[in-house]
């Protein structure tokens, strides 16, 4: 199956996974587990990422240099990787969330088609 452009089914699945990560990082820093939890609240438990999924993305991007990463400690004492969006992760995300819109107008068109004209009289 290929989507917008040509792109395989795993690259349009990864590219949607890389546009919500950079949206959820855009509210803030967090570590994995923060940004999966506020994946699964902000879409009312309709998403939900585990990290087979999160933490390959998570490492792509990082390769990307959309985000950075440094080692803190969590609320509760333990050690985590806390990334954060970088100014090229910025970019990315306006062009991202453009071709996002993009896509979602052209399947809004095919599922609501618009009403048949009448013929004159």
Known sequence: MTGPR???RIELLQGTLDLIVLQTLRWGPSHGYGIAQAI?????????VDTRSLYPALHR???????AAEWSTSENKQRVRVYRLTAEGKKQL???????EQLSRAIGAILAPPAPRRSEP
Not at 61 to 67: A, K, M, N, S, T
Not at 94 to 100: D, F, K, L, T
Request: glycine letters at 4%; a positive charge.
């Open 94 to 100: 306006a062009r991202e969330r453009s071709h996002w």
């Open 40 to 48: 699964r609240a902000s879409s009312e438990e309709v998403l939900q």
């Open 61 to 67: 991007l990082e390769r990307q240099r959309w985000i």
């Open 6 to 8: 040509g792109l395989s």
